[in-house]
């Protein structure tokens, strides 16, 4: 068996973002300047965290997210990471470019709930959660690869207590995934109703399920077994989602 971390960051702000434009796959849009500084903050906030493995969508906002990222980490400075299609942002078809009031006058005119309604031309949240359920067989697979001395460097590491690292504790390995909001919010949906993940105590799942920000955080605690037809979820536990504690200081500068 092999227990792993498993952290989301949604990757910083970009001037769709400011402009409430959606973005999707079909723009592909830089960082802005505030996103470059949450980048920043961000990466000193998981400055300490030995990453074993990084994966990050092929959109150009997370790959530069995820590299102001491992450029601020004591210990995964020049790390190579993986650039992985399967973690671009939900596709949103014809609505790609527009502002999101646009999509939400769409989904009225259909008489559907615009977290339920799929642009012409766009992904479904049924596709977007079967991107990530494909991911999950991927990493899972490479998961059970960690083997020996390179586990026990993961986790002797581990900083104390009472800093982004919390929670490390126990786990051999630590992935880092950066992605996109509508894909996180998709994946943590999976996790939380469909691989019956435990929940923080005292959080609601609507809490956990809230959009998350520019580089928000989220955290996973996962144990693979191994069997005969290839890795298996044995546990699962939410630590928190969407957590922006190292955004104060750029929200409310001293």
């Known amino acids: ?41 961000v990466g000193r906030y998981l400055r300490d965290i030995k990453f074993s493995k990084v994966y990050v969508s092929n959109l150009q906002r997370a790959v530069q997210t995820a590299e102001i990222i491992l450029r601020n980490n004591t210990h995964c400075s020049g790390m190579e990471m993986v650039l992985e299609p399967l973690l671009r942002e939900r596709g949103f078809g014809v609505a790609e470019g527009r502002h999101k009031e646009d999509l939400k006058n769409m989904a009225n005119a259909a008489g559907q709930a615009c977290r339920d309604y799929t642009p012409p031309g766009g992904e ?32 002797s590491d581990i900083p104390p207590s009472g800093s982004a690292s919390d929670d490390l504790q126990g786990a051999s390995a630590h992935v880092l995934v950066v992605s996109h909001g509508a894909y996180i919010r998709v994946a943590i949906r999976h996790l939380l109703e469909d691989l019956k993940c435990s929940m923080p105590a005292g959080v609601k799942m609507s809490q ?11 955290r996973f605690v996962v144990a693979l077994s191994r069997t005969e037809s290839g890795p298996v979820l044995s546990a699962a536990r939410c630590l928190f989602t969407n957590r922006k504690d190292h955004l104060e200081k750029l929200q409310h500068p001293e």
């Not at 049924?126 to 490479?142: I, N, S, T």
């Open 208 to 218: 956990l399920l809230s959009p998350c920000p520019n580089t928000g955080v989220s």
């Open 1 to 41: 068996m092999i227990t792993f971390t498993l952290t989301f960051i949604r990757h910083g702000e970009t001037q769709y973002n400011r402009d409430k434009l959606l973005q999707g796959q079909g723009v592909d849009m830089p960082l802005s300047e505030t996103g470059v500084q949450q980048g920043e903050a």
């Open 124 to 155: 479904t949240l049924d596709q977007v959660k079967l991107r990530f359920k494909h991911f999950l067989q991927v990493l899972f697979k490479q998961m059970l690869d960690v083997r020996g001395s390179s586990e026990q460097e993961a986790s």
